[in-house]
């Protein structure tokens, strides 16, 4: 009997380094298949728009960080691994009962439930991607709810929305949760408030606050406007019901025949472009409601599997309570499966 | 899988495969309605998982893993009801509404309904409204509060809620349901005969009759049987379809297109003209009235397979098919698309904890500590105000009765929420002027004259509270109580239980009762039995037994269902309202000074008043008893040398056992007077109490036993005239068991003493 799985799909920040070639590592032996004509489509509206090829960018000698994570490169660089990801899914094996994403992962699965056609799909994310560039507006800071086992510090979140609303007093401030990310809280925000927010918030796990390079103040009133430019340049007739359910960034479950396309539009480049994203609901919601057999995580990178896995744990998810937990269940028997990490995609690949 | 459930759930596919689907009359199409093809399919959606739901709970009880088959099946035409309401609208369920709760959950994005539901089937500790105590239907979010709706004990409540929206509005509070929202309410046909369906319709015919502002739907689901009993033909729309004040709408619960239409119309006619409708809509009910239930002891195979041929879901296939949004093949493709998620989610809901201790069972009985902000004492400048035309009597020792006036009067000005109810309590004041100006101080708003119906009075109460209103209702006399007991026992003591502490319906219920009225008497005016609330859990009961006491304590009451939601009973006692004087004429010792909140000498929950420090006798009372122990203690002092304490409870449930063992601990011989009937009364708890804490302690300790006795009035019912005491505690009678408690000569009392 096939597995039950449900498919995330990735945001910006997961093409780094080490996913360099990523494309011709793991898809590139497939000249003549649907997704090497998908790969030239994508090339081909790149060249048309005047940008350069995600083949090129992902078969550059050297990762520049100033150039692959730009918003404009990195999005088409993204969508291309993880939708070309997608299609890797051994269909023999895996039922794909549902979809979600991170952030712009929420692009790749409405192109992956084909609620965005391989056109539409190239034509919007690359849209919002360059958007996103142009404007540069703000940035996004990282800072944890959780400890380094993965369980919730008590009183954290607490601390962080007053911290967040002391900040927003100064009158130059504009600060926003921008990602509910399983433990990790995204901030968004202008440079004003980012900076305030650097000064104040304590140095932690070693890595934390972290500013993410080249990202905006995503899903934040601070981008209403490239929402705005957004909806005139896309139209509503990109969009289709989708052929897979379908849960977004506010945990709403988008289902293949009562799917209004309009309604699905008006979210995609609305409210999620600059109100929150609840990466933390949508997994919960996805877990409930369809109670997966494997969670599967589209390439490239995988730092999604953390946040995942704090998720799961937020909610004790088939019990599970700390990381040493996810870790001892990863080893007998994963429930979440990551394409981006070699041994675990060739079970989701066959 | 019960042989019915497995016919409908078979019939499904083969009648859409076959196109076999039955007709309508009615012939709407979606444009008419204003619905558009995505929504009919996301109707039909919930629809799938509410029967889903149901097959799958046979299934789940079939293993021993679920427990509750009453399902939904045949009335899942509700979802165009959960579509056509705001989610901020209140609603109070039948127990066969799943669909509608699951299409409600589609309002708000981030629910999980499908899972929330199996968890409750499991009786799971996650379930996320009653923590696995009941499967219910309710959700904090949805503003569904959970009940179990069975007996339509839950429509008096929705008329209080309906009624404090606009009440609100008009104060400007916000206790979190819409100024603009409107209340739902929906139960079956049967329940609509029953004496609180009639009593809450009536109720909310008589309030719109008089143009008091009602916003409130009731939906009748009308399936033409309870149980195994048929509902007659006809006999809801013709009990209904013409009453005053009450706007009649009939729906085919059959058809989406015309349920949705007349919901909507329902929905807009309660909120914009915040009146009251009766929402009366045809369905079916499928697979029996629960899984237990064998249908053929009582209905023909044909009646059972002409209901079965009218199921809902495919009615709705119909329309699907008829207006080009579904082929046949797609909507199989649904319906066993949600069988298989269906029992999939099931799998895992299934493994997530069960309570397992009582304690944990118990956690939700007391709801959580409020988080209403604290309120401001009232300024002086307002006191004076209120108090003006009493400032003569202010500084002069007054009576319970009085005492009680001001003590509501300074409550309502300092607590904005606060709002009376009960018959007769406005303008008049009440039958005993305990409420006397309060109505012309604040208004009618706040000293709602109720009609003549119990039942009503507390729904009100419990629906007030649900909207951030402090409700104080008043039941005019004790024995009044009984016919509407289960607002109190069924409902407002189990909300905070069966929503595991989410919602709660906090008020302070004043009860004048107990016997001893002069020159009066008769049974429905002096009950003397409290059983009705001592064994409710949760539930606190205050008696106070002089004036002093009833203003303390009373702020006390009014402080527990404030700031901790409780349900308090504030039980006074009619004898001792107008009591001035305690053992002569004229001594004025019943009367006490007005404490004003300022001053006030807060009385705890749980603390007692005592009366002397001797330890030859302790008499343990309450109420008139304790009014009559203190007449009987100075005779014992003064003619018989006897070192005693006299101990009023105050508070009579919960019971202060640890300060009980304290306060009897040094005494050597315990008398308890008790005014109530022996049977359930306080005294024996009591009785038990002490021998299980006391007696079996100095056993152990090679202690000599606590000699005990006690007094009750007789298994009798209180009669009229001169005979009204005559089954009741009196001094006489306590100075004797007191004397022969104590072995010694009664003859040496000035009074007439006759052995008890």
């Known amino acids: 009997m096939k597995q039950k799985a449900l498919v995330i799909c990735p945001g910006r920040g997961t093409y780094n380094k080490e996913e360099l070639g990523y494309l011709q590592r793991f898809h590139a032996a497939e000249e003549g298949s649907d997704k090497a004509a998908f790969f030239a489509r994508l090339d081909s509206y790149r060249q048309h728009q005047g940008q350069i090829p995600v083949s090129e960018l992902d078969g550059r000698d050297t990762f520049v960080m100033r150039e692959h994570t730009r918003g404009d490169n990195a999005s088409p660089l993204i969508h291309a691994c993880a939708y070309a990801d997608f299609l890797s899914i051994d269909r023999e094996q895996f039922d794909v009962v549902a979809i979600t994403g991170n952030s712009m992962g929420w692009y790749i699965a409405l192109a992956a439930a084909q609620a965005l056609k391989e056109p539409a799909a190239i034509e919007v994310i690359n849209t919002m991607g360059t958007l996103m560039q142009e404007s540069m507006i703000g940035g996004q800071m990282i800072y944890p709810l959780v400890d380094e086992n993965w369980r919730l510090i008590p009183g954290r979140r607490d601390y962080l929305l007053a911290l967040m609303a002391s900040i927003n007093q100064q009158a130059e401030a504009d600060l926003y949760i921008s990602i509910e990310l399983g433990g990790l809280l995204v901030f968004g925000g202008n440079e004003v408030a980012l900076k305030q927010l650097l000064e104040q918030l304590p140095p932690e796990q070693g890595r934390f606050p972290l500013r993410l390079h080249n990202h905006a103040a995503f899903h934040t009133p601070l981008l209403k406007a490239i929402a705005e430019q957004g909806q005139k340049m896309l139209g509503a007739e990109l969009f289709e019901a989708p052929a897979i359910p379908l849960i977004d960034g506010r945990g709403h479950i988008w289902q293949p025949y009562s799917t209004d396309t309009q309604a699905l539009h008006q979210y995609t480049l609305g409210h999620q472009v600059y109100l929150a994203y609840d990466f933390s609901k949508a997994l919960e919601v996805s877990v409930k409601e369809f109670a997966p057999d494997r969670i599967i995580i589209l390439g490239p990178g995988n730092t999604l599997g953390g946040a995942v896995a704090q998720a799961l744990i937020n909610i004790n998810w088939q019990g599970l309570s700390c990381k040493a937990d996810f870790i001892s269940q990863q080893k007998q028997d994963p429930y979440v499966l990551a394409m981006g990490m070699e041994e675990q995609r060739v079970k989701v690949c066959g | ?756």
């Open chain 2, 1 to 756: 899988m019960q042989n019915r459930a497995k016919v409908v759930d078979e019939n499904f596919i083969r009648r859409v495969e076959l196109g076999d689907l039955p007709s309508s009359p009615i012939s709407l199409s979606l444009a008419d309605v204003g619905l558009r093809p995505p929504e009919l399919v996301e109707l039909f959606e919930s629809q799938l998982m509410s029967r889903h739901l149901d097959l799958q709970s046979r299934l789940l009880q079939a293993r021993g893993e679920a427990f509750y088959t009453i399902g939904s099946s045949g009335h899942e035409g509700c979802v165009a009801i959960g579509k056509a309401f705001d989610y901020r609208d209140m609603a109070f369920l039948h127990y066969r509404d799943a669909a509608f709760l699951i299409q409600r959950s589609k309002q708000l994005p981030g629910e999980t309904i499908l899972y929330d539901m199996l968890l409750s089937f499991a009786a799971s500790a996650d379930d996320p409204i009653s923590g696995g105590r009941h499967k219910v239907l309710g959700s904090k979010r949805l503003a569904v509060p959970p009940q179990t709706s069975t007996i339509a004990s839950h429509l008096p409540k929705a008329v209080g809620a309906a009624y404090s929206i606009p009440l609100a509005k008009r104060m400007k509070l916000d206790g979190g349901l819409p100024h603009d929202g409107v209340v739902l309410c929906s139960f079956g046909d049967a329940s609509s005969n029953h004496s609180t369906a009639q009593g809450a319709i009536n109720a909310a015919a008589w309030a719109a009759y008089q143009k008091v502002p009602m916003p409130l739907v009731f939906v009748c689901e009308d399936n033409g049987i309870g149980i195994s009993t048929a509902t007659p033909e006809g006999w809801v729309a013709a009990n209904y379809a013409n009453r005053p004040g009450l706007k009649y709408i009939y729906c085919d619960g059959l058809n989406l297109l015309d349920t949705y239409r007349k919901a909507r119309e329902a929905a807009f006619y309660a909120r914009r003209h915040r009146l009251p409708v009766f929402l009366h809509m045809r369905t079916v009910r499928l697979m029996g009235h629960a899984g237990s239930d064998a249908q053929t002891a009582y209905l023909e195979r044909q009646a059972i397979e002409a209901m079965e041929a009218q199921d809902p879901l495919l009615h709705t296939a119909r329309l699907l098919i008829d207006n080009a949004v579904l082929d046949a093949a797609q909507i199989c493709e649904l319906y066993e698309a949600m069988r298989e998620r269906t029992a999939r989610v099931a799998e895992q809901a299934i493994k997530r904890p069960k309570l397992k201790t009582s304690e944990q069972v118990m956690a939700s009985l007391i709801p959580p500590k409020s988080n209403l902000p604290a309120f401001k004492p009232a300024m002086p400048e307002a006191r004076s105000e209120i108090f003006a035309r009493e400032s003569r009597f202010l500084n002069e020792p007054q009576h319970m009765a009085r005492l009680i006036n001001w003590t509501l009067a300074d409550l309502m000005l300092e607590q904005s929420n606060i709002i009376l109810a009960g018959e007769d309590i406005g303008p008049k004041g009440g039958v005993y002027n305990v409420t006397g100006k309060l109505s012309e101080r604040f208004g009618q708003h706040r000293v709602i004259n109720t009609l003549l119906d119990e039942q009503s009075i507390l729904g009100l109460a419990i629906g007030l509270g649900h909207n951030g209103f402090l409700p104080i209702p008043e039941i005019q006399f004790l024995a009044y109580v009984h016919n509407a007991e289960d607002q109190i026992r069924g409902e407002a003591a189990t909300l905070s239980f069966f929503s595991n502490g989410q919602y709660s319906n906090p008020m302070v219920l004043r009860v004048a009762g107990l016997a001893y009225q002069k020159g009066f008497g008769g049974h429905f005016h002096n009950d003397n039995s409290l059983a009705v609330f001592r064994d409710i859990p949760g539930l606190v009961v205050a008696c106070p037994s002089n004036g002093a006491d009833a203003v303390e304590m009373l702020r006390a009451c009014v402080k527990l269902a404030q700031e901790q939601q409780r349900v308090v009973v504030f039980i006074e006692p009619i004898a001792l309202y107008m009591t001035r004087d305690l053992h002569e004429e004229g001594d004025g010792l019943w009367t006490h000074d007005y404490v004003p909140p300022a001053e006030a000498k807060p009385i705890q929950p749980g603390e007692f008043g005592q009366y002397g420090e001797g330890t030859e006798l302790c008499i343990l009372t309450y109420g008139n008893g304790y009014f009559l122990s203190r007449q009987a203690a100075k005779v014992l002092e003064e003619q018989h040398g006897i070192d005693l304490r006299v101990i009023d409870l105050r508070w009579l449930a919960p019971l202060n056992e640890a300060q009980l063992a304290e306060v009897i601990a040094p005494c050597a011989h315990l008398l308890i007077v008790d005014e109530c009937r022996g049977a359930g009364s306080v005294s024996e708890a009591l009785m038990a109490m002490v021998q299980e804490q006391i007696q079996d302690k100095r056993q152990a300790l090679d202690k000599p036993a606590l000699k005990v006795k006690r007094l009750t009035a007789a298994e009798s019912f209180i009669p009229l005239g001169r005979a009204a005491t005559c089954t009741l505690p009196s001094k006489e009678s306590i100075l004797a068991l007191a004397l022969n408690l104590l072995g010694k000569d009664a003859s040496r009392s000035s009074v007439n003493v006759k052995t008890a």
